[in-house]
Structures are given as C-alpha cells and as structure tokens.
C-alpha cells in the first residue's frame, strides 16, 4: 500500500525543521515534504499527487490563502489545512473559504497527526474521484434565500442582536454547519468541541461573523426552485428533531455531556450530505428523489444505484474533512446503517434510533417507505430493551412540539 503524502509548506525555515523533527516518527506512514515558498509547493503538486498540503498564512510573494485556493482550483482532491502562529481577524476571515481547516502553532505532534490521519481517512467514504472533487470544493454550504436575506439584514441594522443572528443561523442547516466548523478551530482554542449554534455565535461574536457574511460571502443562496422533490425547510425540520431527540435519548440513557453533544451535533447534521447532492447534483438528485418517491424505495439505496454513493457518506466525508470529531462523522456516515460501523459508537446509536423514530411518529411524506429499527443489531450491542422507552420519549417529545405549534 503506497504512503500517503503530506506537504507542509512555511517561509521560515527553523520552523520547517522543527515540524520535520516532530513528525519523523510518522516518515513510515507518510511520504513527506517541506518547502518554503508557495510556488515551491505548486512545483511538488505538479509532479506528485499529494493528499494534504498543510501550510501557514503570511508568507512573503505567495500567501498560504493564495496557494490553497490555487491549489483548490487545481487539486480539489487534496486537503487543504491551514498551521499558522497568526492569529488575527483578517487572517481568519481570509482563510475561511480555501482552507478545510485551521491549526494554531505551536502545534503538538499528536494533534498535528491526528487531524492528517482523520482527514485522509475519510477520504474512503467516497470512491468516485468527481464526487470527492466536488465535495472538497465546497467552500460552504448554500443557504435558504429567506435567510440569507435575514442575517444580511441583521447584520446590516444600527446594533446586530447576537440572539437574532443565532435564531437565524439555527433555522438553516449550511449556515449552522459553517459556523461550527469555524468556531471549533484551534485559531479560537477553545478548551471543548462547541456543539451548540447558540455558544457558536456568542463566542464568534458580531465583528467576525459580520465579516464571513458581508466581506467574504461565505454563504450562498440555495435556488429552490431548480429542486422540486426537496424541501430543505422540511429536511432541516427533521435535522433539528433528530438533534433534539438523541441528545434526549442520551439523556434518559445516562449518557456523559461529550456523548450527548456529539450525538446532538451529528443529528443536526446527519442529512446534510442531501443538501450538498441537491446543490451540486442537481438534476441527477431531482432524478433520485422522484424515482424513489414513484418506486416507494429508499432514499440512499436509489442514490447508490445511481450515484455510486449515499447522501450519509457524503455528508460524513464533508464533516470530516471540516474537523468534525470522529464520533460525529462515523454517526452521520452510518446513521442507516451502524451495524457496518467499524465501533459501536453510542452518538452513532442515538443519531441512528432518532432517525428511524422520527422518521415513523413524524410522517412529512408517505411516498417514502419508512425506515424500520435494526433490532438484530441493538441486541448486539445489549441496547435493544431500551426501544420501549425510546418510542415513549420520542412521542412525548413530538407531543411537546405539535402543543407549542
């Protein structure tokens, strides 16, 4: 099996032989390369295929945002991952778009190692080179018109309310997936992963969300009328229930806080591959969607008949390509099917019985065939007793929402 191939790229030289002393004990698993300069770089590019290109920002002729969206236009396939001692807003709001995502130096080996291994391995999940091309292009995730005029607007008032911007943000799945991608970056070194739109917003604050949205249009307006067969207002509906009831469900199963947010976090996300299929495969995806509406199949089974894939291993590739936690990214990757999951992740169980329960209390769309509990696999991990009360939970949940409507 061929080596992976990691370049790093840094103008100054003390710290390019300081990475390359910290990383020598992974020169068996990776084909490494240290170079000074952006154009440097583009010279390995062009003659090596390379996986991930890890560089910092403020480098003299080439900056590190210039060379990944360069390297964006012309690799798509590579990850593109910022390591970089600045740490200010304008550096930040510049690299939001080209770079997957942003390390802060000093940087430990074990970090470092970690974000290299997470993001080549989700590289597997999807196998065709045009999809995986389209998918780490994706700078963000369109949003819907309504909004997008809704956060401008806020944005561009006398005194922006944090609390409006959040309820906004909270209403669309692109926006909410943006924000968290770029408050759980090292750049802001928060001590725990940040699960919540809402502790997202609060800790970003107005100035810099201001400055993705007004200064580099960070998001983009979803067109809903080129995707008849899909409401994302319905599709997020269901994603913030999916949230809402695993973090419920690891709550009644006495669940520790990380477990419970990654669950949360992952419901909220879980479908979000479907979004990326409807922006980026729109016909093809109109196509899928009806097709399993008239046959009464599936969703992800005609996806993979016809596009060689699901909507859950793309969003799961997407996430992990973001820096999601392994957890959420394995509970979107396999949230219809864990018992293919490589560990028995209890975020990933919760993701997964939500789904299925919301999908069979809360019937949006009868043309799609409802999705059955796998009870084969909860006994296998000791947990299908806990169905009964899981029923009850999610009905006393749908309950509470249809009171308040």
Known sequence: MSKSRILFV?????????????????RNQWAMAFVESGQQALEVLEKYTVDVVVTDIRMPGMSGSELLSIVKERYPRTVRIVLSGHSDLECIVKSVLPAHQYLSKPCKPEKLKAVIEQAIRVTQLVKDDTLRKIVSSLDALPVLPQLYDDINA?????????QTISQIISRDVGMSAEILKLVNSSFFGFARHIGSVEQAVTMLGVNIIKSLVLTVHVFSVFDTKKSPHISINQLWEHCI????????????????????????????LHDIGKLVFASSYTDQYNEVLQQAREENRRIWDVEREALGTTHAEVGAYLMGLWGMPDDVVEAIAFHHAPVAALADYRPLTGVYVSNVLDHRHYIVNKHYVLPELD??????????????MWERATQEYLEELRDGE
């Open 154 to 162: 806020e944005l561009n008032s006398e005194e922006p309310s944090l």
């Open 10 to 26: 840094d103008d100054e030289i003390k710290v390019l032989e300081g990475l390359r002393r910290m990383l020598r004990p992974y």
């Open 241 to 268: 229930r999916v949230s809402n009831l695993a973090r419920r469900l690891c709550r009644e199963d006495s669940c520790v806080r990380e477990v419970a947010d990654n669950a949360c976090i992952a419901g909220m």
């Open 375 to 388: 009870m084969d696999y909860l006994a296998r991990i000791g947990l299908a007793g806990r169905v009964p």
